[in-house]
């Protein structure tokens, strides 16, 4: 079966630090692979998302990037965090064969990032 | 992508049956509707989906008209641990990109 992993859990960081986010998926091959960020209270917004290795779509201008440099590893990253980056990132796949006709998403268990 | 809008909120006891229902009238020929549920500080988590009339789960049904542009997800008896936030989404396949809305907030009370 297939499990999507996200790391760390919860992480606190100071204003204009780096930031890197990992997410990885088993039991699948060539996976698309979401990442979302959710603020207290609100939908899901989707930040970037890829079809494959080195694929990546921006869906939101901003302060942060991500890359694929594996078929099942997602990493989200900044090079100096805002406070406004403050949020629950969530990881994402889909594509197995059993979903590929409706895109259903499996999501991770989150991190919960918290910029002071 | 077919927008949805589905009510902000909704209350409901326990034991009772709730219904939500989301509209969406741009939906497409090939768009299947999917219901999502997330607690709080977890991912959202798929629940049912459905291309027209009805499905059923061990979780929830999905009542679909035959025009398609609204949907009802109905949660049997629900207890307290349904508390959650729904989704409704629209979509086809592929790398389509789904839009998570602010979902609906179910709360169920003792």
């Excluded at chain 2, 902000?8 to 989301?22: H, P, R």
Aim: aromatic residues 12%; contains cysteine; proline residues 6%.
């Amino acid at each position: 079966s297939q499990t999507i992993h996200q790391w760390p859990a919860t992480l606190v960081q100071p204003v204009g630090s780096p930031l890197s986010l990992e997410c990885t998926v088993e039991g699948t091959s060539n996976p698309n692979l979401y990442w979302y960020r959710q603020a207290a209270g609100r939908g899901l917004q989707l930040l970037f998302y890829s079809v494959g290795i080195g694929q990546i779509s921006s869906e939101v201008p901003q302060n942060l990037s991500a890359s694929r440099p594996q078929d099942r590893q997602f990493i989200l990253s900044s090079k100096k965090l805002l406070l406004s980056d403050s949020g629950f990132y969530l990881c994402a796949w889909s594509g197995d064969r059993g979903s590929w006709r409706t895109d259903t998403q499996y999501f991770g268990p989150g991190t919960r990032l918290t910029v002071l | 992508l077919a927008k949805t809008t589905q009510p902000i909120s909704m209350d409901s006891y326990e034991g009772q049956e709730v219904n939500i229902t989301c509209s969406h009238n741009n939906i497409a020929t090939n768009d299947y509707i999917t219901w999502y549920q997330q607690f709080p500080s977890q991912g959202p988590r798929f629940i049912i989906q459905g291309y027209k009339t009805k499905v059923t789960n061990e979780v929830a049904s999905l009542f679909i008209p035959a025009d398609r542009k609204s949907s009802t997800l109905s949660l049997p008896r629900v207890s307290l641990s349904d508390t959650a936030v729904y989704y409704c989404l629209v979509g086809s396949g592929g790398y389509n990109k789904l839009i998570f809305g602010a979902g609906t907030r179910l709360a169920v009370h003792p």
